[in-house]
């Protein structure tokens, strides 16, 4: 698997009323690490391809998170069949590398965003994210 990571520093806005990471702000960060990823992966290409709208989210809450804490992101894609790829979030503390927070979601390609219409992945596409020897299912 291809691995992208970023780093956050907990600030006073990502807090709830227990003083640790709201469980939305992760939801928020994946989402937003996915964004930047997939940004990252087309940068090159001369063509826009389609675009990925999220079907379903599980979200596993381990560990909390606390005011002026490093988080490591990191995120990769787990596997892609027909319009699905299964993106994983992992938010780890980088003090101790301990995992806070674990996100899979699921992701549906389209190519015409107007129409609603999916379509099967592009093996061009795969090939940005999937590394050759990962079966893709």
């Known amino acids: 698997m291809i691995k992208f990571t970023q780093e956050i520093i907990v600030l006073k806005k990502h807090l709830d009323d227990l003083n640790h990471v709201n469980n939305v702000q992760y939801l928020y960060w994946a989402q937003e690490i996915a964004k930047s990823h997939w ?12 675009v990925w709208v999220v079907r379903h989210h599980d979200i596993s809450y ?5 005011l002026g804490d490093t988080i490591e992101i ?17 938010f780890h503390n980088k003090k101790n590398n301990k995992l806070l927070v674990k996100v899979c979601t699921k992701w ?12 099967t992945i592009p093996n061009e596409i795969i090939k940005l994210f999937i590394p050759l020897n990962l079966k893709v299912k």
Request: with cysteine; glycine share 6%; net charge positive.
């Open 39 to 50: 940004a990252f992966l087309i940068k090159d290409l001369k063509q826009p391809p389609g």
């Open 62 to 66: 381990r560990l909390g998170s606390f």
């Open 74 to 90: 990191t995120t990769y894609i787990d596997n892609a069949r027909g319009p699905l790829s299964d993106r994983i979030v992992e």
């Open 108 to 119: 549906c390609y389209m190519i015409n965003l107007n129409e609603r219409k999916t379509s």
